[in-house]
Each structure stands twice: as structure tokens, then as C-alpha cells.
């Protein structure tokens, strides 16, 4: 079995001024990309995915716009 461990992405996360979650996106796409190539069979969240308790819409929405990424490539 192949696995891809990930940790405490942190979706919404931002600095005073500074959005980071267009940033987030690009690297989360890339790791997508990366369990297609690996052909991975597991992509293992573990810690936060989102940044706080009640995560804004926009971060829910990248989050599942990656999953359905991941999911649809045959990876759990």
C-alpha cells in the first residue's frame, strides 16, 4: 500500500493583511498531483485541516475542490 502522510494543512490560515489560502491551494494541488503520479492509494490527513473551529466557506471550498481531486483519481 501506498501512502501519502500529510499534517495540519490549516486551511484559511492568514497573516494581518495577507490571505494564504490561494497559496494553500497551489501547494494541496500540487500534492494531488503528486499521489496521482506516485499512485497512491491513501492520502492520510492527520492534525488540523482547517485553521479554526468554524472554517470560512472559502476554505471549506478548497478543501473539498482537493478531496474531489484526490477522490476522483481512485485514492481514499
Given at each position: 500500500m501506498r501512502m501519502i502522510h500529510t499534517s495540519d494543512w490549516?486551511?484559511?490560515r492568514s497573516?494581518?493583511?495577507h490571505s494564504l489560502l490561494a497559496d494553500q491551494e497551489a501547494v494541496l494541488g500540487?500534492?494531488?498531483d503528486?499521489?496521482?503520479a506516485h499512485e497512491a492509494?491513501?492520502?492520510l490527513i492527520s492534525g488540523d485541516l482547517y485553521d479554526r473551529a468554524?472554517?470560512?466557506p472559502?476554505?471549506?471550498q478548497c478543501a473539498t475542490r482537493?478531496?474531489?481531486r484526490i477522490r476522483a483519481a481512485g485514492i481514499s
Open positions: 490549516h486551511l484559511g497573516f494581518p493583511g500540487a500534492l494531488a503528486l499521489a496521482v492509494d491513501v492520502v468554524v472554517p470560512f472559502e476554505a471549506v482537493i478531496l474531489a
